[in-house]
């Protein structure tokens, strides 16, 4: 699901609905998840920006905040550690948006006359529209 978010594959509304239907546990288990993948993907200080921009922001929402704060891999663990569901829901949609940065940016760099990543592969989603 998350590499499918970030890759456009599936709306981002969709994402929430799915998001919003876990329980309290899971989705701050899934924020970590997503936090991580983010440290894997390699997302730096420079990506918070684009992905504010990306997941529709404003500069001043705690999880934009915090990206901007520089220390990455601190600050996005902060994001998902975020307690109230309306913060958990923005910081969904901003760890989506750096997972997306950081991921476009080592395609390109590394990925580009391909590569072993499963995920780079993904095929069309069959998505239905969500109201």
Known sequence: MFNELA???????QGIVWFDGLLVE???AALRLLSH???QARATSDDGPEAIRRAGLRATHTPAVLISRGRINEQLGK???LAP????????R???SVLA??????????????CGHEWHRLPLADVAEVE
């Open 7 to 13: 890759q456009e594959r599936r709306p981002m509304a």
């Open 26 to 28: 899971e989705q701050v």
């Open 37 to 39: 993948y983010c440290v």
């Open 79 to 81: 994001i998902a550690s």
């Open 85 to 92: 569901l309306d913060e958990r829901r923005k910081a969904f």
């Open 94 to 96: 901003l760890l989506i």
């Open 101 to 114: 940065v950081a991921d476009d940016r080592r395609r390109q760099r590394f990925c580009s006359d391909g």
